[in-house]
């Protein structure tokens, strides 16, 4: 990518990002309005980054709603105090962390084979962890961070759980896989020949490319489990513009705009994690899958995720990557 080219992505993320503030100001102008959801007990949830920012609101409302929630993260230092927080506010004490870091495959294979050994069901998994426009760098296994960490790792995490949310699925009582993407997905480009943008780094086009990457993923995920009669589906959520300490590392005036104004403008941290929980647990989508869902409710995703081919190719290159076998 040129440079030319990579002042081009962060123009095209950053308007994507502008246009959903203004919207989520209207939103806000029109008043919100908290959902309600049924309580969930005896069900169990895997929340990736649950220690921080939406990934921590989202734990803590299924948490509320009587789920065993399991956290998978890699801050172990925030992790003890996170889940006393969550249990003392949620009256919930079925609430845990386990250490996996999506940025090494080998962790994430440690963290499955722990949780394996729980003997637990799993009904639903929220792909949530992520990083936004680091630096250039690497994950333990090589690959670019925002490709490696975003989506590889959930892609390996979820491969090697499907056995378990098959078995935990029955008719009319879905297991469900939620994956956190955003709306820089419908600015990104997947460029088969460099998924792991090695040309010209630009941190915006990298992260876009993660979140596009992720709903291919789910789109065929869920075109693979319907095909098979598996009680399992997947679905998208975008959370929106949220307030988080993710955009440490974007454009100053944009941090600036998050300082001061983002009462206004950003959702909370637990308006962020509403359409995530909405996908989890909401009774209107039993059985549904391969939707993107934003603001509760669905919506379209860019027109090129739709692509059955695209999404064949994606997965096969996932899945070598990855080491796992995989069909088409």
């Given at each position: ?49 649950g ?9 803590k ?5 009587g ?81 490696g ?22 008719p ?37 490319q ?55 403008l ?63």
């Amino acid at each position: 990518m040129s440079p030319l080219s990579a002042a081009r992505a962060a123009l095209r993320v950053y308007a994507a990002g502008a246009a959903v503030v203004l919207a989520q100001l209207l939103r806000r102008c029109a008043g919100l309005v908290e959902p309600v959801f049924p309580p969930q007990p005896d069900r169990v949830a895997i929340v990736t980054g649950g220690t921080d920012g939406i990934g921590y609101a989202t734990a803590k409302y299924l948490a509320r709603l009587g789920m065993h929630v399991i956290i998978a993260g890699n801050n172990e230092g925030k992790a003890e105090e996170v889940v006393s927080k969550i249990k003392e506010e949620t009256l919930n004490d079925r609430v845990e962390f386990l250490y996996c870091d999506l940025a090494s495959l080998a962790s994430i294979r440690r963290f499955v084979e722990t949780f394996k050994l729980k003997r637990l069901p799993l009904h639903v998994l929220i792909n949530n962890a992520g990083v936004m426009m680091v630096p250039e760098r690497k994950t333990q296994d090589g690959f670019e961070e925002h490709f490696g960490l975003n989506y590889l790792g959930h892609f390996l995490l979820t491969q090697l759980l499907l056995d378990t949310l098959r078995a935990s699925g029955r008719p009319g009582r879905s297991a469900r896989v939620v994956t956190v993407s955003s709306a820089t997905h419908y600015v990104g480009e997947l460029n088969m020949d460099d998924l792991q943008s090695r040309t010209c780094y630009s941190p915006h086009s990298a992260y876009a490319q993660s979140k596009l990457a992720l709903v291919l993923f789910s789109y065929h995920l869920q075109r693979l489990l319907a095909a098979e009669g598996s009680h399992v589906t997947a679905n998208v959520a975008d959370p929106g513009v949220v307030d988080t300490e993710l955009y440490r590392h974007v454009f100053w005036g944009t941090r600036l705009v998050q300082k001061v104004f983002a009462w206004l403008l950003f959702k909370t941290p637990e308006e962020g994690a509403w359409t995530s929980v909405y996908a989890a647990v909401a009774p209107q989508l039993e059985g549904v899958g391969g939707r993107y869902l934003y603001n509760e409710r669905e919506t379209a995703s860019l027109k090129l995720t739709y692509s059955l081919r695209l999404q064949q190719e994606l997965w096969a290159a996932s899945c070598q990557m990855a080491g796992v076998l995989g069909g088409t």
